[in-house]
């Protein structure tokens, strides 16, 4: 299912820098790690939530998500934006990428890797700072209303554009009859049924009235799923609709 693509899509721009800080710990002869450069050690590029990582649970997990069709637009206009960072998140951690090959000595790879992966976090959680701003939404409720539209989609498989291929070759099936439509049939009897247990689960997570505002707007919010995989995974170019 595509929802539970998310977590490792989402873990990307998180394991593209770790492998820069890595190259600092990387020894050619690996007899030992190097030691850091003068002037401290470098933050992660963002918190977990900005990444997409598992963050700890609050009481606020606990609360149905207050949503209405002007709060979902404005979250998806949100999201293409944020979409936008992410994608300048990974190019400048592959500039420093390629600054830290640049480099001859173990010390020079360090130096160069620590000082640039401070400065695109720097840039990075001031941006997505700004952003949160200018939309009005807190590090909670985009990382709980990002997981909703995950569950929605996840669970209304019939809707992802990515399924309508193999719809289409059930539908042919029941038209012929017989042990086909046999297999036809129990393939959407199965679809049903995890459809209705993907959004019983939802509305116990994020509240009907989310659940509600979200299954009214799937072709969108599939487009927008589908735009932030292509980002993470540095297809196409991200840019704000």
């Known amino acids: 299912m595509r929802s539970r693509l998310f977590p490792a899509l989402a873990l990307?721009?998180?394991?593209?820098?770790?492998?820069?800080?890595?190259?600092?710990?990387c020894d050619k002869s690996k007899s030992e790690p190097s030691k850091p450069a003068a002037g401290g050690t470098a933050s992660p590029p963002s918190s977990a939530a900005d990444l997409g990582l598992p963050a700890a649970r609050s009481t606020e997990d606990e609360r149905p998500i207050q949503l209405t069709d002007e709060r979902l637009d404005k979250y998806m206009a949100y999201r293409r934006e944020y979409n936008v960072i992410v994608k300048k998140l990974i190019e400048d951690m592959e500039k420093v990428s390629k600054a830290v090959d640049a480099k001859t000595s173990e010390l020079g790879k360090s130096a160069t890797a620590l000082a640039g992966a401070?400065?695109?976090?720097e840039t990075h959680d001031a941006a997505v700072k700004a952003l949160r701003g200018k939309y009005g939404f807190n590090e909670e409720e985009d990382r709980r209303l990002?997981?909703?539209?995950?569950?929605?989609l996840g669970a209304k498989t019939?809707?992802?554009?990515?399924?309508?291929e193999s719809i289409k070759m059930f539908r042919d099936m029941q038209a012929k009859g017989g042990e086909e439509k046999k297999s036809a049939d129990e393939f959407f009897k199965n679809m049903e049924a995890s459809e209705k247990e993907g959004l019983e689960e939802a509305r116990k997570n994020y509240g009907a009235q989310c659940v509600e505002v979200l299954s009214k707007h799937l072709k969108e919010l599939n487009e927008l799923q589908e735009e932030s995989f292509k980002t993470v995974l540095g297809v196409g170019a991200a840019t704000p609709k």
Do not use: H, R, T
């Not at 990002?146 to 929605?152: E, I």
């Not at 019939?158 to 309508?164: I, V």
């Open 146 to 152: 990002w997981d909703a539209v995950g569950a929605v």
């Open 12 to 25: 990307l721009p998180a394991l593209a820098f770790l492998a820069i800080v890595a190259l600092s710990a």
């Open 158 to 164: 019939a809707e992802s554009p990515a399924m309508q």
């Open 118 to 121: 401070a400065k695109v976090g």
